[in-house]
């Protein structure tokens, strides 16, 4: 099983409300991503977990709150967001964050609005 | 300086012929891996194939083939007998082989398949 999995795949949201996005894969992979993609753009890096711990935050505002329950599921809490935090939002994993040899695998996306 | 650079904002290839996709990259680290991704318009990231700096030969998958030259610093896709379903957005990545370094991205390419 190669399969990254993501819910909603849709989400429509109002400035004031909280969601939450989620992320699951069963490789076993150690490593999990969360991604911000643009339109026409390339994927940016939001967040890196490795072995269930935050290992990489890139900066990202505090609306967006990154959980990682277990080694097999990613959540994103969606808080206060802005129309700019408008995009897909992509999770990805990986066997391992440390070795360049791993490719990630990403999961559908959600497409997220913010009205 | 950009660390992925994809000079090739849109491509357009004839059903059937092969098709090269540019990719040059900077790095100073004598470890690292090169990454192609396709992103058709559902949103979806497909790993497509891998090349690592100690690689002696190209990395071939199916249809895919990647053509790595070193010294010049490129890692060129080559899709042989261009398919409708290739229709989508092409980006290179690569990974440094120093601990805790993400995904570098390129701008992307959008490839299109004319019947």
């Known amino acids: 099983d190669t399969e990254v999995t993501q819910t909603p795949k849709h989400l429509v949201m109002g400035m004031t409300n909280k969601k939450s996005l989620k992320c699951e894969q069963h490789m076993g992979h150690r490593a999990m991503y969360w991604y911000k993609q643009k339109a026409k753009k390339p994927p940016e890096l939001m967040f890196v977990y490795s072995y269930e711990k935050l290992s990489i935050n890139e900066s990202v505002p505090s609306r967006f709150s990154p959980e990682c329950p277990n080694s097999s599921l990613l959540n994103l809490h969606l808080h206060a967001l802005q129309p700019e935090d408008s995009a897909l939002y992509l999770c990805a994993s990986s066997q391992e964050f440390t070795s360049i040899l791993n490719e990630q695998f990403f999961g559908p996306g959600t497409r997220l609005t913010v009205l | ?115």
């Open chain 2, 1 to 115: 300086a950009q660390k992925i650079t994809q000079t090739q904002p849109g491509m357009f290839v004839q059903e059937k012929e092969a098709v090269t996709l540019d990719c040059t990259y900077d790095t100073s680290d004598p470890s690292y891996g090169l990454f192609w991704y396709k992103q058709p318009s559902s949103g979806e990231m497909i790993f497509l194939i891998y090349q690592g700096s100690y690689d002696q030969q190209n990395a071939t998958e199916g249809r895919y083939s990647l053509n790595f030259q070193k010294a010049r610093k490129s890692a060129n896709l080559v899709i042989s007998a261009s398919q409708l379903g290739d229709s989508a957005m092409y980006f290179c990545a690569m990974r440094e082989g120093r601990p805790g370094n993400q995904f570098y991205f390129g701008t992307g390419t959008s490839l299109t398949v004319i019947p």
